[in-house]
């Protein structure tokens, strides 16, 4: 316990500020709930699934690593990297009527010693179906590779001459960051789990700990053999010795005195919220969906339908973030392998931070506790991991102000927003799903927290440093360079557009040329073309013949007989810069086009593959798509490449305002006129 308070206080890279806290700081804990519970309803943290895609249950994780250890293939040294709901067949699913019976499964990923395994562990009948081992794979990493890093690199000689080259000999309040080493091909890094890890002095940094890096030393460990490899020293660099706080302390020593604070906005509904919480079904307005939790993807919103006059519509089966890849753009030794996979690597829901009333989320939210296996295999959790809100910002859905006749109508605009929030080390990533009362689903990811700097010789740029010590960034401190980088984020959508039967369709917007007695000399027009194979629908964004990608239903048509579907709306978006042979873009295939569809696969689910650590980019969607499957009038899956380049700014130190970045899902013909005409004037 009391080394795991010291680690949580020193923080690592992905600062895992939820697995710092654990125990200690947040009071994670043990529930025999069934995924989620409300808060202020306890009760719900008692209650047995309901629903065939309910997250496991605390007691189901630890009936999962009972059953493994009755069948002989789990014992105490075995860490499990995931342990997550193992989904029931999809027709299975749709078939289900509630109050009827379902199967329970989970799957697991077992580490054993330096040996991966996959099972799949029949909860109902206590019986383990299938236990394989996977060969060349690294899984995610576990808390208890990450803990002792510090110790085992401070202990090692080579490292400790490094430091005493700048002068320090004492390593209290050294902190050293494990970070993922990605696959660069080198031989000896082959068969080895390695971690590559900087680190960083944390004697003045108050609550900005990345703000003072030892700069050019690195250490190269293998954690199956708990060894220091090598250790990098490329010279003496300044270390600097500010705070770089962002606290309010922090912030006074810099302006001197805060502004005066805001009068108060309130966020107040008298008569409560218009959201009902079935436990993981919601209900608001029109729209129905299930909310689960997974510790690797983070929220999974499925089974979305739309009451339409009465009949119940499917629009998108499932929907999660698959992977995060962040790609720095330095060349130096100590810096070209960050080309983090913070999903796969990590874990988005695994680093899941509790979300704060008035801040994070308004103070009339309802906020959901969420439940996750450990790397034991037992259950802890996460308070206030989710918060779900009505969002009005005096904004109209639709108004229309005529002058003729001197009328207005309009209605102001309410959304339903879910979110959640991870720290994945220097970085806060909030997501949220976004229900419109006019048919929209958006998307919405927001950025925040603190760049990763690079420590430097130059205080400004007038000095003669300057300008190579900037190469890969900007100055935004004095000895402190933000190195410029990639976030890139895959979606996965499995749209049910009125059912399973679905297709691609590329509506692309054509340049027609007028008869030169025409008194317009162009016009453009929409010319469709139904996309037959996933290796057609691999598309990217092209402001030059821009086009539209729609999902539409092969069965159903609205009243004017129009095929029914959605589109993905690119809200902004960015293309991948670096070569398609480059090691990171081959493990991350993904970010080669911001479009696909597929084949509904149940096995398909990570963009990067179930394995991305140390992956050499076999198993990615890129991989999946080269074999021209059929993707017309069937079950299909699309997957979203969103992505933002980030060259770094002064503004965005000691601290980053939030950035938002998101794509939409729109209605495309699928109703018969604005389903929110229906919409009353306020009160």
């Known amino acids: 316990m009391a080394r795991l308070k010291r680690w949580s206080a020193k923080y690592l890279r992905f600062g895992l500020v939820v697995l710092g806290t654990l125990l200690a700081i947040v009071g994670l804990t043990l529930t025999s709930g069934a995924g989620f519970s409300l808060k202020g309803t306890p009760a719900l943290a008692q209650v047995a699934p309901t629903h065939p895609l309910d997250s496991l249950t605390a007691a189901e994780f630890t009936l999962t690593k009972e059953f493994l250890t009755a069948?002989?293939?789990?014992?105490?040294?075995?860490?499990?990297?995931?342990?997550?709901?193992?989904?029931?067949?999809?027709?299975?699913?749709?078939?289900?009527?509630?109050?009827?019976?379902?199967?329970?499964?989970?799957?697991?990923?077992?580490?054993?010693?330096?040996?991966?395994?996959?099972?799949?562990?029949?909860?109902?009948?206590?019986?383990?179906?299938?236990?394989?081992?996977?060969?060349?794979?690294?899984?995610?990493?576990?808390?208890?590779?990450?803990?002792?890093?510090?110790?085992?690199?401070?202990?090692?000689?080579?490292?400790?001459?490094?430091?005493?080259?700048?002068?320090?000999?004492?390593?209290?309040?050294?902190?050293?960051?494990?970070?993922?080493?990605?696959?660069?091909?080198?031989?000896?890094?082959?068969?080895?789990?390695?971690?590559?890890?900087?680190?960083?002095?944390?004697?003045?940094?108050?609550?900005?700990?990345?703000?003072?890096?030892?700069e050019g030393v690195m250490a190269v460990v293998d954690l199956n053999q708990q060894q220091v490899l090598e250790v990098i020293d490329n010279g003496v660099v300044p270390i600097s010795?500010?705070?770089?706080?962002?606290?309010?302390?922090?912030a006074k020593d810099v302006f001197g005195e805060l502004r005066s604070p805001l009068n108060p906005i309130a966020l107040v509904q008298p008569e409560g919220n218009n959201i009902t919480l079935n436990h993981n079904v919601i209900d608001w307005q029109k729209w129905s969906f299930h909310l689960g939790f997974d510790r690797r993807l983070g929220t999974v919103i499925s089974m979305v339908n739309y009451q339409d006059n009465g009949q119940i519509r499917p629009v998108l089966y499932e929907g999660a973030l698959s992977e995060i890849f962040v790609p720095y753009m330095d060349s130096g030794d100590a810096w070209y392998y960050r080309t983090y996979m913070d999903s796969g690597e990590y874990g988005f829901g695994w680093l899941a931070t509790p979300l704060v009333a008035g801040i994070d989320c308004p103070t009339n939210a309802t906020f959901i506790d969420a439940v996750l296996p450990d790397d034991e295999g037992n259950a802890f959790t996460t308070e206030?991991?989710?918060?779900?809100?009505?969002?009005?910002?005096?904004?109209?859905?639709?108004?229309?102000?005529?002058?003729?006749?001197?009328?207005?109508?309009?209605?102001?605009?309410?959304?339903?927003?879910?979110?959640?929030?991870?720290?994945?080390?220097?970085?806060?990533?909030?997501?949220?799903?976004?229900?419109?009362?006019?048919?929209?689903?958006?998307?919405?990811?927001?950025?925040?927290?603190?760049?990763?700097?690079?420590?430097?010789?130059?205080?400004?740029?007038?000095?003669?440093?300057?300008l190579a010590d900037t190469t890969y960034g900007t100055l935004i401190a004095p000895g402190l360079v933000g190195v410029s980088h990639d976030h890139f984020f895959s979606f996965r959508l499995d749209l049910d557009v009125d059912g399973t039967a679905n297709r691609?369709?590329?509506?692309?917007?054509?340049?027609?040329?007028?008869?030169?007695?025409?008194?317009?000399?162009?016009?453009?027009?929409?010319?469709?073309?139904?996309?037959?194979?996933?290796?057609?629908?691999?598309?990217?964004?092209?402001?030059?013949?821009?086009?539209?990608?729609?999902?539409?239903?092969?069965?159903?048509?609205?009243?004017?007989?129009?095929?029914?579907?959605?589109?993905?709306?690119?809200?902004?978006?960015?293309?991948?810069?670096?070569?398609?042979?480059?090691?990171?873009?081959?493990?991350?295939?993904?970010?080669?086009y911001h479009l696909w569809v597929t084949p509904y696969d149940p096995n398909e689910i990570y963009a990067a593959g179930t394995y991305p650590n140390q992956s050499k980019g076999d198993d990615t969607l890129f991989t999946w798509t080269g074999n021209d499957r059929p993707i017309v009038d069937t079950d299909i899956v699309t997957w979203y490449t969103l992505g933002f380049h980030h060259v770094t700014v002064a503004e965005d130190w000691p601290i980053m305002s939030t950035s938002w970045h998101g794509f939409a899902l729109k209605p495309v013909n699928f109703f018969d006129r604005n389903p929110s005409l229906d919409l009353r004037r306020p009160a």
């Open 71 to 214: 069948a002989g293939y789990v014992d105490e040294s075995s860490r499990f990297p995931l342990i997550t709901l193992h989904e029931p067949p999809k027709a299975e699913v749709l078939s289900w009527e509630p109050g009827q019976p379902f199967s329970r499964a989970a799957f697991a990923i077992v580490k054993q010693g330096p040996d991966t395994y996959e099972a799949v562990v029949n909860l109902a009948a206590g019986s383990v179906t299938s236990w394989e081992k996977q060969e060349d794979v690294q899984p995610n990493l576990l808390l208890e590779e990450l803990i002792g890093v510090t110790d085992l690199v401070t202990a090692d000689p080579r490292w400790q001459d490094a430091m005493a080259k700048r002068g320090i000999t004492e390593y209290s309040q050294i902190n050293c960051a494990p970070l993922t080493a990605g696959y660069y091909g080198l031989p000896e890094h082959e068969g080895r789990r390695i971690l590559n890890v900087p680190c960083s002095d944390l004697s003045n940094t108050q609550n900005n700990i990345y703000g003072s890096p030892i």
């Open 241 to 250: 010795t500010k705070s770089h706080a962002f606290s309010e302390e922090g």
């Open 384 to 466: 206030d991991a989710i918060c779900v809100f009505e969002q009005y910002q005096g904004n109209p859905i639709w108004r229309h102000n005529e002058v003729t006749n001197e009328t207005y109508e309009g209605r102001p605009q309410v959304d339903l927003v879910v979110r959640m929030m991870s720290t994945i080390g220097n970085y806060d990533y909030a997501l949220d799903w976004i229900f419109s009362q006019s048919g929209m689903i958006k998307v919405m990811v927001g950025a925040t927290g603190v760049d990763a700097v690079k420590g430097v010789t130059a205080q400004s740029m007038s000095d003669p440093t300057a």
């Open 504 to 592: 691609l369709v590329k509506d692309g917007l054509r340049l027609q040329e007028l008869p030169a007695d025409h008194p317009r000399r162009s016009i453009w027009m929409p010319e469709s073309q139904v996309l037959a194979t996933d290796t057609q629908a691999r598309l990217k964004l092209n402001y030059d013949t821009p086009s539209r990608w729609r999902i539409e239903s092969s069965e159903a048509t609205n009243y004017l007989g129009n095929p029914t579907s959605y589109q993905i709306m690119p809200i902004d978006n960015s293309a991948n810069l670096l070569l398609p042979e480059d090691y990171p873009t081959q493990r991350a295939g993904f970010v080669k």
